[in-house]
Nanobody
Framework: QVQLVESGGGLVQAGGSLRLSCAVS????????IGWYRQGPGNQRELVAS??????????ESAKGRFTITIISRDNAKDTVDLQMNSLKPGGTAVYYC?????????????WGQGTQVTVSS
């Protein structure tokens, strides 16, 4: 089993910064990619950034140049993946979710955290 717990959300003024953290515990060796998604009011959930076990990153266009996803630590018992968000905009108000994709060799599929609220005031 793999569990994801997000932290670091909160209220920030436009132009400010926040750092989100995703703690991944359990059978972390079954996980390939870890990503951050967000879902704003009335919107569909969308990818913000992801990082593979090898460190390859992928960013949404809206995140490029402002957000950075980083593997803080990774071992077989616990992974930590952070999302540094700079120059936040009011449109960034959303619930941010951590997502882990399981390796196909371990059955595939994905796991979600419970989400953390980010509110950007104008």
């Amino acid at each position: 089993q793999v569990q994801l717990v997000e932290s670091g959300g909160g209220l920030v003024q436009a132009g400010g910064s926040l750092r989100l953290s995703c703690a991944v515990s359990g059978a972390t060796y079954t996980i390939e990619d870890i990503g951050w998604y967000r879902q704003g009011p009335g919107n569909q959930r969308e990818l913000v950034a992801s990082i593979s076990r090898s460190g390859q990153t992928n960013y949404a266009e809206s995140a490029k140049g402002r957000f950075t996803i980083t593997i803080i630590s990774r071992d077989n018992a616990k992974d930590t993946v952070d999302l540094q968000m700079n120059s936040l905009k009011p449109g960034g108000t959303a619930v941010y979710y951590c997502n882990a994709e399981r390796l196909v060799s371990y059955g595939g599929g994905e796991i979600w955290g419970q989400g953390t609220q980010v509110t950007v005031s104008s």
